[in-house]
């Protein structure tokens, strides 16, 4: 079984810039696209972006769009998240979460979640 460890997360100002981590453990990593998710309080947790198993297809959320970017290193058992130009909506807790099959905007198709970290962007 893959377990997923996020790591990253802080507080940064409006403007700023942020790169996630995702360590995820086990030889199956390069089976699963990866997700990245978040939840802000008193919300729903919503999709952030996605990356195929390969690494070469991304897809984002439209409000992130331009700002954030995926990468991966199969090699390591790594997924990133890049984000750049943050603003205070983007204040939320990060998840990185795996899955074989399924609608990637879906949170219940993925089978692998992190515990998630937390970041916060002061205007």
């Known amino acids: 079984q893959v377990q997923l460890v996020e790591s990253g997360g802080g507080l940064v100002q409006t403007g700023g810039s942020l790169r996630l981590s995702c360590a995820a453990s086990?030889?199956?990593?390069?089976?699963?696209?990866m997700g990245w998710f978040r939840q802000a309080p008193g919300k729903e947790r919503e999709f952030v972006g996605r990356i195929s198993r390969s690494g070469v297809g991304t897809n984002y959320a439209d409000s992130v769009n331009g700002r954030f970017t995926i990468s991966r290193d199969n090699t390591k058992n790594m997924v990133y998240l890049q984000m750049n130009n943050l603003k205070p909506e983007d204040t939320a807790v990060y998840y990185c979460?795996?899955?074989?099959?399924?609608?990637?905007?879906?949170?219940?198709?993925?089978?692998?979640w992190g515990q998630g970290t937390q970041v916060t962007v002061s205007s």
């Open positions: 979460a795996g899955q074989r099959i399924g609608a990637y905007t879906n949170t219940g198709t993925y089978e692998l």
């Open positions: 086990g030889r199956t990593f390069s089976n699963y696209a």
